[in-house]
C-alpha cells in the first residue's frame, strides 16, 4: 500500500526558534499533501492543504507566515514552524493523496520549551 | 461544512466483548468514510475504507458499516481484546471534496 513518511518523528526546541518537518510520499506521487495538528485528547483539524508548485491554502485561524508550507516536487512538502512557541507543541500529521483515498505519515511531535 | 460525532467518547470492557463504536455526520453527500486507529502518542492507521457505493467492509474481527441516507457509519469490533485498546477514529470529507473532517474519536480500553 501506500506509504508516507514524516521527519523527525518528534522534535524539542527552545522557544523562539523555527522547526521544519517533512514529509514524503516514498511510493506514489502526490500533486497535494496535507498538514493537520492534533492537540492532546483532541482531534485532528486541518491546517493546510500543500499543492505542488503553488502556494498552500491555509484553514481559517491558521497564521500562514508562521507555518511556512512548502511543495517543492512531487514526493515531498515539508512545514516549517517559524519563531516557535510553546503553544506550538503539538502532534503533526500529513497527509497525501493517493490513489484511492488520503494516506497518513506516522506524525511529528514537537515540544516547545 | 461536514460535522462528524463520534459515540461513545470512550469506553471500557473485559476482554471478549463484541463492540459497537458510532459515527455520525451531517453531510451525506460523501465519496467514503474511513476508520482509523491511533495508539496513544502515534501516527494514524488505516482500519477500513468505505466507498460511498458500498455499504459495508470487513477486515478480520472488525466491521463497518455505512448508511449514507442516515448520516451513519458503525464500526463493529468482534471479541475484543487488550490490545484492540486505542482511539478509534472516523473521518468523513465534506460533500464534494475528498478532504476528511475527523470526529474527536472513541478511546477504547479492553482490559483483561
Known amino acids: 500500500g501506500a506509504v508516507v513518511s514524516q521527519h523527525p518523528s518528534w522534535v524539542i526546541c527552545k522557544s523562539g526558534t523555527s522547526v521544519k518537518i517533512e514529509c514524503r510520499s516514498l511510493?506514489?506521487?502526490?500533486?497535494?499533501m496535507f498538514w493537520y495538528r492534533q492537540f492532546p485528547k483532541q482531534s485532528l483539524m486541518l491546517m493546510a492543504t500543500?499543492?505542488?508548485?503553488?502556494?498552500?491554502?491555509?484553514e481559517q485561524g491558521v497564521e500562514k507566515d508562521k507555518f511556512l508550507i512548502n511543495h517543492a516536487s512531487l514526493t515531498l512538502s515539508t512545514l516549517t514552524v517559524t519563531s516557535a512557541h510553546p503553544e506550538d507543541s503539538s502532534f503533526y500529521i500529513c497527509s497525501a493523496r493517493g490513489p484511492e483515498t488520503q494516506y497518513f505519515g506516522p506524525g511529528t511531535r514537537l515540544l516547545v520549551l | 461544512k461536514q460535522e462528524v460525532t463520534q459515540i461513545p467518547a470512550a469506553l471500557s470492557v473485559p476482554e471478549g466483548e463484541n463492540l459497537v463504536l458510532n459515527c455520525s455526520f451531517t453531510?451525506?453527500?460523501?465519496?467514503?468514510l474511513q476508520w482509523f486507529r491511533q495508539d496513544p502518542g502515534k501516527g494514524l492507521t488505516s482500519l477500513l475504507l468505505?466507498?460511498?457505493?458500498?455499504r459495508e467492509q470487513t477486515s478480520g474481527r472488525l466491521n463497518a458499516s455505512l448508511d449514507k441516507s442516515s448520516g451513519r457509519s458503525t464500526l463493529y469490533i468482534a471479541a475484543s481484546q487488550p490490545g484492540d485498546s486505542a482511539t478509534y477514529l472516523c473521518?468523513?470529507?465534506?460533500?464534494?471534496?475528498?478532504?476528511?473532517?475527523f470526529g474527536r474519536g472513541t478511546s477504547l480500553i479492553v482490559h483483561p
Open positions: 453531510d451525506s453527500a460523501i465519496y467514503n
Open positions: 468505505i466507498q460511498s457505493s458500498q
Open positions: 511510493d506514489f506521487q502526490a500533486t497535494t
Open positions: 500543500s499543492n505542488e508548485g503553488s502556494k498552500a491554502t491555509y
Open positions: 473521518a468523513v470529507p465534506s460533500g464534494g471534496s475528498y478532504i476528511p473532517t
